[in-house]
């Protein structure tokens, strides 16, 4: 494991770079700014390395991630909370509204803008854990929790990123990652010819451009949303579908099959290009796809140019506004119970 500087976030504190690497040629960088994940590099199908997630050139770039959440620990709670409130033991607690009258990602202070702490490296599990304590009613949520991420670098060319929280009130705990993909390269350009796979029957239909589902289950068969034999992104997402002009495409929450707690297939995408193959694996019962819509000319790694579609998010999750919802399984912690939630990526490589 090597660790690097990245730069200073305040007056007394830096943050550093963390890159782990594997026997085949993969290397992975995190860093304790945000727990986000910042650089994958992959040997694609003639050797030469990609790096595969979009992301900022500098510190700088990280420190006001509020927009495109490039590689972000998104937390307590990912996605959308209805009207910026819940209700929880009886109580109402209120968020800051951050995309119109709804709260988007916990609001403006993140957790993909805190200096977390590298609490442990293990060498010999090419693992780093990363500890952040979230105090009594940080952004609006209650209970003091304890949240700990670690990234884990396998010999089997797995991302293995596993989220452990603790809090001594009963509260909301739902955090993803929000890394964009793309299996060409950052600097690829257009993501709409990947193969995508998702393995989801059904999906959360939102009610409009507010992207808040509706709490109905509905069935993907028959509909631009069926990716479950596999499809380019790019052969139904602009057709005249009524959820997917709402959300300008892909944006919506996939029912995974399976169990909540136990580690289910999730997604599978491939770049015929690179020839690299990208899994998704999970014990949460959803999973955000979002096709890179509102990306617009954002400049980052290298001076490259990200623009609309040009990387793509498969976020792990509690289903959206599930806090509200009472049809969906509850994002919810007790007081003292430790919860444990496991997301892998995994990468084959054609050689
Ligand atoms: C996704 C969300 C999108 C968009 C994006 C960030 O998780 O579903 O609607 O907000 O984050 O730009």
New binding site residues.
Partial sequence: MKKTYFGKVNENKSAYLYTLSNRNGIEMTVSDFGAVLTRLLVPDIQGRKRDIVLGYESLAGYQKNT???FGSTVGRN??RIAGARFELDGRMYRMPAN?GENN??SGPSGYQLRLWEAEKTEEEKNTITFLLHSPDGDQGFPGKLDLRVAYTLTEENEIRITYEGCSDADTVFNPTN?SYFNLGGHDFGSILSHELTLFADRYTPVTDSA?IPTGELAQVAGTPMDFRKGKPIGQEIDSDFEQLRF?GGY?HNFVLCGETGKMKKAARVSCKESGITLEVETDLPGI?F?AGN?LKDETGKCGVVYRKRNGF?L?TQYFPNAINEPAFASPVIKAGEKRETQTIYRIYRKE
């Fill in positions: 927009d495109t959440y990912a996605n995309e988007l990602h929000h992207s959300t944006d955000q979002y509102f998010c976020e």
